[in-house]
C-alpha cells in the first residue's frame, strides 16, 4: 500500500531559526511530490511541487528536497517567521494522478 | 485568475437531504478533484476527471455520492441522502496537463446533524 508518513505531527520553533520537516512514502516509483500550507478553517496553499527528476526545489525561503531512493522528502524553511505558522502537508503523486497526503506537522513559530 | 472557485462554503442540513456542492475550476485546467477531509482519516481522494470525463471513482465512498462535470467550467458533488457521518470539509482542486501542480479551492464544511 502506499502511504506517505510526516514526523512530527506537531513542532514549535522560535522566531528567526531555521527548521526541517519530513515526508516519507512507502514507494519509490513517484511521479512528483507536492508541498501545501493549511491554515486553520482554510483552503491548501500549494508551496512547491518537485518532479521526480528533481532533486529539488526553491521559492523564497523554502527548499524542497526528493531522494527517491530513500523515499524522503524534506521542506527546509530559513529565518522562520510568526506568519509561518500553519499546518504543512506532503501529498505525492505515484503515476495516477492521485495526491496521497500525509497527515501533516502542525508548525508553530514561537515570536 | 480568482483560483478555485466553490460553493457554499459552509452547508448545514439534516440528515436525509440532498446536499450539492459546486466548484469552478481555473480556466484552461484539464484535471479536477475532489477530495474529502476529516480529522480521523485526513485527506482523501474521492474523484477526478479529465477532460470532464469520470477516470477514478475509487474513492467515492458509497452509492449515495455522485460527481458530475457537465463542461470544463464547472462540477458538483451531490450527497443523497445525507448522512452525520458525511459532515467534512470537501475541497475541489483543479491542474493542468499530467502530474500538475494541483491548486486547491476554499472548501465547502459540511454539516449534517
Known amino acids: 500500500k502506499q502511504e506517505v508518513t510526516q514526523i512530527p505531527a506537531a513542532l514549535s520553533v522560535p522566531e528567526g531559526e531555521n527548521l526541517v520537516l519530513n515526508c516519507s512514502f512507502t514507494?519509490?516509483?513517484?511521479?512528483?511530490l507536492q508541498w501545501f500550507r493549511q491554515d486553520p478553517g482554510k483552503g491548501l496553499t500549494s508551496l512547491l511541487l518537485i518532479q521526480s527528476s528533481q532533486r529539488e526545489q526553491t521559492s523564497g525561503r523554502l527548499n524542497a528536497s526528493l531522494d527517491k531512493s530513500s523515499g524522503r522528502s524534506t521542506l527546509y524553511i530559513a529565518a522562520s517567521q510568526p506568519g509561518d505558522s500553519a499546518t504543512y502537508l506532503c501529498a505525492v503523486n505515484f503515476g495516477n494522478e492521485k495526491l496521497t497526503f500525509g497527515t501533516g506537522t502542525r508548525l508553530t513559530i514561537i515570536p | 485568475d480568482a483560483g478555485v472557485i466553490q460553493s457554499p462554503r459552509h452547508e448545514v442540513t439534516e440528515m436525509g437531504q440532498e446536499v450539492t456542492l459546486r466548484c469552478k475550476p481555473i480556466s484552461g485546467h484539464d484535471y479536477l478533484f475532489w477530495y474529502r477531509q476529516t480529522m480521523m482519516r485526513g485527506l482523501e481522494l474521492l474523484i477526478y476527471?479529465?477532460?470532464?470525463?469520470?477516470?477514478?471513482d475509487s474513492g467515492m465512498p458509497e452509492d449515495r455520492f455522485s460527481a458530475k462535470m457537465p463542461n470544463a467550467s464547472f462540477s458538483t458533488l451531490k450527497i443523497q441522502p445525507s448522512e452525520p457521518r458525511d459532515s467534512a470539509v470537501y475541497f475541489c482542486?483543479?491542474?493542468?496537463?499530467?502530474?500538475?501542480?494541483?491548486?486547491f479551492g476554499p472548501g465547502t464544511r459540511l454539516t449534517v446533524t
Open positions: 482542486a483543479s491542474s493542468l496537463g499530467r502530474g500538475g501542480e494541483q491548486y
Open positions: 476527471f479529465n477532460n470532464n470525463v469520470p477516470i477514478d
Open positions: 514507494d519509490s516509483a513517484i511521479y512528483n
